[in-house]
């Protein structure tokens, strides 16, 4: 069981930066392909990007590509999500969650977070 705990998240003008953390309960964590996801009212639970167990391997949606960086620590047992350029339709739920195999699809993901809020004003 892997448990993961996010921060960072809050209210922030458009044109700002947030800078999200996840840090998990176990030192397997480095087994782990993590991701980012968010969820915004109304819709579904969307991949934002992922990175490979050894971070060597990174993939962005469309929409937050330059401007959105992930990158994590192993050995803090911690992944994170630079969000620079915030716009109001980043505003959603963010999870991070980790997966054995590194993908893009949430099914495959075993472990999640609570989730914490990014809100963006306009």
């Known amino acids: 069981q892997v448990q993961l705990v996010e921060s960072g998240g809050g209210l922030v003008q458009a044109g700002g930066s947030l800078r999200l953390s996840c840090a998990a309960s176990?030192?397997?964590?480095?087994?782990?392909?993590m991701g980012w996801f968010r969820q915004a009212p109304g819709k579904e639970r969307d991949i934002v990007a992922r990175?490979?167990?050894?971070?060597?391997?990174?993939y962005y949606t469309d929409s937050v590509k330059g401007r959105f960086t992930i990158s994590r620590d192993n050995a803090k047992n911690t992944v994170y999500l630079q969000m620079n350029s915030l716009q109001p339709e980043d505003t959603a739920v963010y999870y991070c969650a980790a997966a054995p195999t590194t993908t893009e699809f949430p099914a495959l993901y075993s472990y999640w977070g609570q989730g914490t809020q990014v809100t963006v004003s306009s």
């Open positions: 990175i490979s167990w050894n971070g060597a391997n990174t």
């Open positions: 176990r030192r397997t964590f480095s087994s782990y392909a």
